[in-house]
């Protein structure tokens, strides 16, 4: 057999992980949830949820991968067997769906660094902002050509293999996410009257705050860290023994959650200062955020670095998730590398179709009363990824606890004192808030 490739670093795995971690779950997605969701209690329980339940399930994945070696499936039927490795195969499913829609977005983003630097943005008027933005996504061919290019880029770093592919593109593109990301802060928190989104996020007003506020948090913490679905399983599994492993997962995660927070730093500032409305949804970075730049100097310039920001980020994190697939491909098919990845490319990319087109003229066609993009997304991220995290603290906490303990140990031989307190999390704590805050969101309970 094949020696498994490992990462080039620690730096190269950590910046691999977060670049999978870091994404549009983060910059577009956690601002307006927040911005929605009363802002600082938003962000209190997010907090509160990421650094129990999410650290930990990090964790447990990353161990699962390093343990068994193997792909999200694999890895289950390799420790264990039986219906285990059905949690992978939920992973795979998973990871079909939210690429496909999540590659609209990213399209989305492309298209806009495009229209920033033709000066088709320069527009101050939210309203307009809002037509262009709606005209955009409802149209049935300019977006997809757009979730065309972003698969393409997609496919090309993940056929190009782990080292040469995903961990070289991550060292360059998260230092530049990192620059972009300060440069815009800084720009965002210095502009007059900046102090009201800085207050709003950091104040927390309890009033707003309901069940479905903290299952919102908890599928937004899932999502943004990237768990749930086999991505850090399969990530891990190129990890090498000598790894710290805890370490790494601890700087994924803190390093996730900055980014997550900074990200409301550039935006809110930003809306609060020319005097826009923070629960705008969705098009808060599409509609809201270009009426800002507009109204600064050198607005189609920073709109560009905020955009192409975006892009990078979608890119990294997209990879991991094509990259669950085409693992197990590869591992258990014994397929190759391109021809998984350029097969599974294209049908993600024909799934996304109808996720594109349920914006515009697929409008009406609804199941359960959502669109076909909304579903996709309710599914996923509401379903599958808390549902998989669930599965995963089990099963590492009950059918493999020891030989977890073992592989955290393994870089120095001694096993940390926190140990017993991770073990009651993936046993009890993890499973059971999940599976009630899940009920609760959906409203059974
Ligand atoms: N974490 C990514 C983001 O925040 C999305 C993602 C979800 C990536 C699930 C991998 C697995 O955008």
């Known amino acids: 057999m094949m020696k498994r490739e490992h990462w080039g670093s620690r730096l190269g795995f950590i910046l691999a992980a977060a670049g999978s971690a870091v994404g549009l779950g983060n910059i577009w997605k956690f601002p307006y949830m927040a911005g929605e969701n009363g802002g600082g209690a938003f962000l209190l329980i997010y907090l509160a949820l990421v650094f129990t339940i999410g650290l930990s399930v990090m964790l447990a994945e990353m161990v699962l991968g390093r343990m068994a070696e193997k792909n999200a499936i694999g890895a289950f039927a390799k420790l264990k067997g039986g219906a285990w490795p059905l949690i992978g195969f939920c992973g795979v499913a998973a990871a079909f769906i939210i690429l496909s829609f999540y590659s609209v977005v990213a399209g ?11 000066g088709a943005l320069a527009i101050e008027d939210p309203d307009q902002l809002g037509s262009l933005f709606g005209g955009f996504i409802s149209d049935p061919v300019s977006p997809l050509i757009y979730h065309a290019i972003f698969m393409v ?77 086999g991505a850090m399983i399969t990530y891990g599994s190129y990890l090498s023994k000598k790894e710290n492993i805890a370490s790494s997962a601890g700087w994924v995660t803190l390093l996730d959650t900055m980014v ?48 192409l920001l975006l892009a990078i980020a979608a890119l ?71 549902i998989g995290g669930l599965f995963i603290s089990l099963f590492v906490g009950w059918v493999v606890w020891g030989k977890a303990k073992e592989d955290i140990a393994l870089h120095n031989g001694i096993v940390p004192f926190w140990i017993n307190a991770w073990g009651i999390i993936v046993k009890f704590i993890a499973p059971v808030a999940i599976a009630f805050i899940l009920l609760k969101g959906l409203g059974v309970l």
Request: proline fraction near 5%; charged fraction near 10%.
């Open 153 to 229: 880029l997609t496919v090309f770093v993940v056929l190009s293999g782990v080292g040469a592919g995903i961990e070289r593109a991550s060292k360059i593109l998260m230092p530049a996410l990192f620059a972009l990301l300060l440069v815009l802060i800084v720009r965002s928190v210095t502009l007059p009257g900046a102090e009201a989104g800085i207050t709003f996020l950091l104040s927390p007003d309890f009033s707003k705050v309901t069940w479905t506020t903290v299952s919102d948090a908890l599928s937004q913490a899932f999502f943004s860290l990237s768990l749930g679905m």
């Open 316 to 386: 990294t994190s997209a990879v991991s998730i094509l990259e669950v697939v085409v693992a197990y491909f590869v591992d258990d098919r014994g397929i190759s590398r391109k021809s998984a990845s350029i097969t599974v490319g294209v049908i993600i990319f024909l799934m996304g179709i109808p996720s594109s087109l349920s914006l515009g003229i697929m409008g009406d066609f609804t199941i359960f009363g959502m669109g076909f993009f909304d579903l996709m997304d309710f599914v996923s991220s509401k379903l599958l990824l808390p």
């Open 260 to 307: 997550a927070v900074m990200s409301g730093l550039l935006i809110l500032p930003a809306v609060f200062a020319f005097g826009f409305d923070p629960s705008a949804g969705p098009g808060l970075t599409f509609i809201t955020l270009p009426a800002v730049f507009a109204q600064m100097p050198f607005g189609s310039f920073f709109a560009f670095l905020f955009f």
């Open 108 to 118: 989305w983003t492309i298209s806009y660094m495009v229209k920033s630097v033709t």
